[in-house]
């Protein structure tokens, strides 16, 4: 190949990659092997400038704009950052500096590299005016309402504060919400998230705001730009007193902005990678991602003199951690059972050390990404950690392979009651279906039904549950309440108290509210939220466990999959039989009219306009009551909400020039209070 093709080989090879990775939320090769690609084209083009293009990735934002939203144009352009993996890199980026700026006078800030999506946010006069996407660097995407629903983000700032200015951040999904999201997609039987950037990045894409307001977002900011920083009816010209990074931190968190704190001001390359030293490790004990940290020159004046390349600013440089990945040997895979049947294969890996913990264990998936990772018992294989709770196996060297190895057959029999397993088509996951006596199944069924957000049974664990089983106790949940203390007492690691505890505990579970039961009941894809979707509509058992398959449907947020889901499980007879039982011992199968109320519209203030078509205004204003809300009369700054109906005027027009209001939908309006 010609040095010319190698060029555009990797020019377009990083271009699919930036496409994958931007607009389509899905990388598929690594952060690391992406940087060193890219280096490697940089590399080449400075060999050759004959082949110069102005296209080419190394000299372009990756990000594109997408035609899904209003294209907007960056009053100040939005540049990538420099990356560099060593001390002999920042040596020369220093040095570089001291040249360009003609002295060795050069402070510098360390922040923490957030790993989300960036965004630019417009202030006027104290309001948060506008939310724009990075996109190419010259324009992104407008995702103004999206922005609006994240918590941390100012609509009103504090203090004194620019007339006008953007700030510039990282829209992030810490790591608690991103599993909390993660379990109750894999509890709804959905395939998890992949990681916490890319759903970051995927929930600012979102057309239903309401939908991105669920997610637990959070947005951290590094950066004011303006070409005025006086602040309003200051006399200060220019900078307005404002002559460094540190204190435009300062700032921001003056103005009501997150600023996390640990950013440190420093004089010398080992003092940057002593920071970087320590936050590779205490990187950990972070409640969200960095991939690394970033160093800016800390005058305002010298990263003016300093300016910009075509991608990047002279001023700033990222010092990215290497990619947590080890090779280790695959010694065997073995296959788990859930409650509901399905099939997870596991990697059983020669124990190896990752990010600070030992590993023996990687996720595997499903039978398709074993035939696509082709890995095969005793292979090198490569391990990463991400936003996962367990690393998963991302490639495997083949070139390691000894020579006659067998590629992987999936099992065809549950490695548990050596039923025949099957798989549905269009689905992943293989099942047994034999639930009625598959032992995984009966005790995974009972320790969901025991589990804490459903009837959150006090005094017993899982093994407990296991144990009951084995010795013939109980085979589904509702034998829990035959159960005797003098029954108990005589098993392994029991005695008189503990088993005391256990049946007080199975009798204060008949005060458990029925959204909770419902979902204790494990219908397939009825999670937490579903179950609570179903209780309020139903308000009862009796009416759930006849609703036609249509009649699911109709219910908001309630597809064929779920319907269909539901059905099958009421239309079981031995299902019916449980719940009879659970009732006959006074299980709550009805919600109670008062628990209808929440507190998830605190403090929040609304407006209704238009013409209201899913519910009357009264019914409007007692819904925004019950939740702990208010209903206000006119469009004021002190308006949070306007829910507009058909044909709404000047209210709404009111409230959009305002730029502070949220605007939704009757049925965004609905999934605020239903959340
Ligand atoms: N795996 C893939 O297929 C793939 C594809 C494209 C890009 N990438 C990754 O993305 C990188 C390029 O993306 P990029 O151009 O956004 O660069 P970048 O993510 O390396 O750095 C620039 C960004 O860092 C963010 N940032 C976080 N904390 C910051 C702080 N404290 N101060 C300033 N900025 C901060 C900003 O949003 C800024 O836009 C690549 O180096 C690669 O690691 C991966
Ligand atoms: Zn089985």
Same mark, same amino acid.
């Given at each position: 190949m010609s040095i010319q093709e190698k060029i555009n080989q990797l020019r377009k090879e990083l271009r699919q990659h930036n496409y994958n990775y931007y607009?389509? @939320? %899905?990388? %598929?090769?690594?952060d690391y092997d992406f940087d060193m690609l890219l280096k490697e084209l940089q590399e080449l083009e400075e060999k050759h400038?004959? =082949? +110069?293009? !102005?296209?080419s990735p190394t000299l372009r934002v990756g990000g594109e704009v997408t035609k899904n939203f209003n294209t907007v144009e960056h009053r100040y352009r939005m540049y990538s950052l420099d990356n560099s993996y060593s001390k002999e890199d920042l040596l020369d980026w220093e040095k570089r500096i001291h040249k360009l700026l003609d002295t060795d006078d050069v402070q510098y800030t360390c922040e923490l590299k957030y790993d989300g999506a960036s965004i630019n946010i417009t202030y006027e006069n104290g309001q948060l005016v506008r939310a724009v996407t990075r996109? @190419?660097? =010259?324009q992104g995407d407008e995702v103004t309402t999206n922005i609006k %629903?994240?918590?941390?983000?100012?609509l009103q700032l504090q203090g004194n504060y620019p007339k006008s200015f953007d700030i510039r951040g990282e829209i992030m999904l810490p790591l608690e919400g991103f599993q909390k999201m993660n379990e109750e997609r894999v509890a709804n039987g959905e395939d998890p998230y992949m990681n916490p950037r890319n759903t970051a990045s995927g929930s600012l894409k979102l057309h239903d705001s309401a939908e991105t307001a669920k997610r637990p977002l959070e947005c951290y900011l590094y950066s004011i730009v303006t070409n005025d920083f006086s602040?309003?009816?200051?006399? $200060?010209? *220019?900078r307005g007193g404002i002559e460094t990074q540190m204190q435009v931190l300062e700032k921001a968190r003056e103005f009501g902005f997150k600023v996390p704190k640990h950013s440190r001001l420093v004089g010398s390359i080992d003092e940057i990678l002593e920071y970087v030293a320590y936050w590779d490790v205490?990187?950990?004990?972070?409640p969200y991602e960095i991939d690394g940290v970033v160093i800016k020159v800390n005058s305002l004046a010298q990263q003016e003199e300093l300016g910009y390349t075509a991608k990047a600013p002279r001023w700033a440089m990222a010092y990215k951690f290497k990619a947590e990945r080890v090779s280790t040997v695959l010694e065997s895979i073995s296959y788990q059972v859930g409650r509901t049947g399905a099939i997870t294969p596991v990697a059983n890996l020669q124990p190896v050390l990752l990010a600070g913990t030992t590993v023996k264990r990687a996720s595997l998936h499903n039978a398709d990404q074993i035939a696509k990772l082709d890995v095969r018992i005793g292979d090198t294989v490569y391990v990463e950690k991400g936003g996962e709770i367990i690393p998963k196996i991302v490639?495997? !060297?083949?070139?390691k392979r000894e020579e006659g190895s067998q590629s992987t057959q999936y099992i065809t029999?549950?490695? /548990?009651?050596n039923s025949e397993l099957v798989r549905k088509e269009g689905e992943a996951q293989h099942y047994c279906v034999n639930d009625l006596e598959c032992p995984p199944q009966i005790v995974g069924r009972i320790q969901h039904y025991i589990s804490r957000k459903a009837? @959150?049974?006090? *005094?017993?664990g899982g093994e407990t549950v296991a144990l009951l089983h084995k010795e013939g106790l #109980?085979?589904? +949940? !509702?034998?829990? +309440? @035959?159960?005797k203390v003098e029954q108990i007492v005589?098993?392994?690691?029991?005695a008189e108290k503990s088993a005391q505890n256990l049946v007080d505990g199975v009798e204060a579970?008949?005060?458990?509210?029925f959204e909770k039961v419902l979902f204790g &009941?494990? #219908?397939?894809?009825?999670g937490a939220t579903v179950a609570k979707k179903l209780a309020k509509h139903y308000k009862n058992i009796d009416t759930l466990m006849v609703a036609t398959q249509e009649d699911l449907e109709n219910? /908001?947020?309630?597809g064929v999959k779920i319907a269909e889901s539901v059905r099958a499980f009421f239309d079981e007879e031995r299902n019916v039989a449980i719940i009879n039982k659970l009732r006959s011992v006074g299980?709550? =199968?009805?919600?109670?009219?008062?628990?209808? $109320?929440?507190?998830?519209?605190?403090g929040k203030t609304f407006l209704f306009t238009g013409k &209201?078509?899913? =519910?009357t205004r009264d019914g409007a204003k007692q819904m925004v009551e019950d939740n702990g809300g208010k209903t206000i009369s006119g469009v004021s700054s002190k308006l949070n909400y306007l829910v507009v109906g058909e044909k709404a005027g000047s209210k709404l027009k009111k409230a959009e020039a305002l730029g502070t209001v949220i605007i939704l939908s009757e049925t965004e309006f609905l999934s605020l209070i239903n959340e």
């Open positions: 607009v389509l @939320d %899905t990388p %598929t090769i690594s400038p004959e =082949f +110069y293009d !102005a296209n996109g @190419d660097g =010259f %629903t994240i918590k941390s983000v100012p602040p309003i009816g200051g006399d $200060a010209e *220019g205490e990187r950990s004990n972070l490639a495997v !060297a083949t070139e029999h549950c490695p /548990e009651c009837l @959150d049974i006090e *005094g017993l #109980i085979t589904t +949940y !509702a034998d829990l +309440y @035959d159960l005589p098993l392994e690691r029991m579970s008949k005060q458990v509210p &009941l494990g #219908i397939r894809f009825v219910v /908001e947020e309630i299980i709550q =199968f009805e919600i109670e009219e008062k628990e209808l $109320a929440s507190n998830v519209l605190e &209201l078509t899913q =519910f």
